[in-house]
């Protein structure tokens, strides 16, 4: 189906500029922990629907995301109701992940594909300085068994293909695979 689409794209006069992966994982994969991963000393997973917590997932989504292809800077007022103006949003589905108390990462989770029965993970951003520490790792595993536990049957995510973090390895290496490209 994906080399169709792209075909017609193709005869309809677009250009392919840049591939993305909706990437997905089996809530039954053995790669799926059995249960909640534990947290490392000194790593918290905050959850608050508070305006300070807010803005510090806001500003470490900036920064994790600030040398991505096609990003745009937009003012918190504006982030913030594109983010929260889903009829899916809920606050509880946001984890922003501190070390020592430094916020160091981000994982936002979306409802928006529960009719499919599927858990989708919406945002997920480790600052530079906190990579290759496995927490992305901790965070997705984290994700997975939050939504096997709410009956998913599977989790998905979108990623750009060519992106420079090596994001597609730490997806593939914990057990996810494209579904779409």
């Known amino acids: 189906e994906d080399t169709t689409f792209a075909g017609v794209l193709v005869e309809a006069g677009m250009t392919p500029v840049r591939r993305f992966y909706r990437m997905a994982i089996d809530a039954t994969s053995p790669e799926v922990p ?3 991963p534990a947290l490392p000393d000194g790593v918290e997973i905050v959850v608050r ?3 300070e917590t807010r803005r510090a997932i806001y500003e470490l989504d900036r920064k ?3 040398e ?10 504006e982030w913030i109701q594109h983010m929260t103006s889903s009829p899916t949003y809920d606050p509880a589905d946001w984890w922003l992940l501190t070390v020592d108390g430094a916020p160091a990462g981000i994982c936002l989770l979306s409802e928006s594909r529960a009719e ?5 993970v919406g945002v997920l951003g480790v600052l530079k300085e906190f990579r290759g520490r496995g927490l992305a790792q901790l965070l ?19 990623v750009d293909a060519t992106n420079t973090t090596g994001a597609v390895a730490l997806y593939e290496k914990v057990g996810m695979s494209p579904a779409l490209v």
């Open 49 to 51: 629907d508070d305006d």
């Open 64 to 66: 994790a995301f600030r």
């Open 116 to 120: 499919l029965g599927e858990g989708f």
């Open 140 to 158: 997705l595993r984290r994700a997975f068994v939050h939504y096997r536990e709410r009956g998913r049957t599977a989790i998905a995510l979108g």
């Open 34 to 36: 059995d249960e909640m």
């Open 68 to 77: 991505h292809w096609g990003y745009a800077d937009y003012p918190y007022a």
